[in-house]
């Protein structure tokens, strides 16, 4: 029974193993058994804030990957979805799917969690929301054209599409930072705004600080602290 992916449960008392059996639930801290759900083949799990509900990506019979609504008490289906690695919104009420990253196509699906019922489609993969739940970003990688980072409402209306990849948001929600070649240019979502561009070497990602006073910067071997309120590096860590 070998392991895919792991989760801990939103109140720490367990960890939950996805395996080639299913999910694998061990009790904290000293991780004891505690039960098994022969579900199949399982990764990629997430939790709902309030840790009610659980979804995995799972491996079909057909060797199809879906993504799977369960009720985290006991493991009994809600829905089966399409795509893979569910993302739940910061409020618990939508989850967010997408193709495999590897996938020629790249889609997205909103659905609400409550019932597995389809919220919207959205184009580009690997979905990520923002800290408040009101936004969820998406990235389009075409082989011969610049990436699109497109930013959807939860309700899955289009609210700004920008060039770049590596989408950021910062933690309240007003700003994204995107990579584009040699640059981090961050955005208003009020109105796509370009408020500023950090010239970088490399392609990058980027991370706000908790406080949403500095934009962290990973550019080749090197961490860049870029201070927001002064417009200016203020730290560099090379590797």
């Not at 969820?136 to 920008?162: C, H, K, N, Q, S």
């Not at 700003?175 to 009020?190: C, I, K, R």
Request: aromatic share 8%; charged share 15%.
């Amino acid at each position: 029974m070998c392991s895919s992916d792991l989760a801990f449960t939103p109140d720490d008392e367990a960890l939950v193993v996805g395996t080639t059996a299913g999910l694998a639930w061990l009790r904290l801290p000293g991780l004891a058994p505690a039960r098994l759900d022969q579900v199949g083949y399982t990764n990629s799990l997430g939790f709902s804030p309030d840790g009610a509900l659980l979804a995995h990506s799972l491996f079909t019979s057909e060797g199809v990957e879906r993504t799977i609504l369960r009720r985290a008490a006991d493991a009994s289906l809600i829905a089966e979805l399409e795509g893979w690695g569910p993302r739940f919104s910061a409020d618990g009420a939508t989850l967010a799917t997408s193709t495999h990253p590897y996938g020629a196509e790249q889609l997205a699906w909103l659905w609400g969690a409550a019932d597995g019922a389809l919220i919207a489609e959205l184009v580009g993969g690997a979905p990520g929301w923002s800290a408040d739940g009101r936004h969820v970003a998406t990235t389009e990688t075409p082989y011969d054209a610049p990436a699109t980072t497109r930013i959807y409402a939860a309700d899955g209306a289009l609210v700004a599409e920008f060039v770049g990849a590596a989408p950021a948001f910062s933690p309240d929600g007003a700003l994204v930072a995107v990579s584009v070649d040699g640059a981090v240019e961050l955005y208003a979502l009020t109105d796509g705004a370009l408020q500023t561009s950090v010239p970088v070497e490399d392609q990058a990602v980027s991370a706000f600080s908790a406080d949403g006073a500095h934009l962290l910067i990973v550019a080749g071997p090197d961490l860049i602290v870029w201070d927001l309120a002064a417009g200016a590096e203020i730290e560099r860590f090379p590797s």
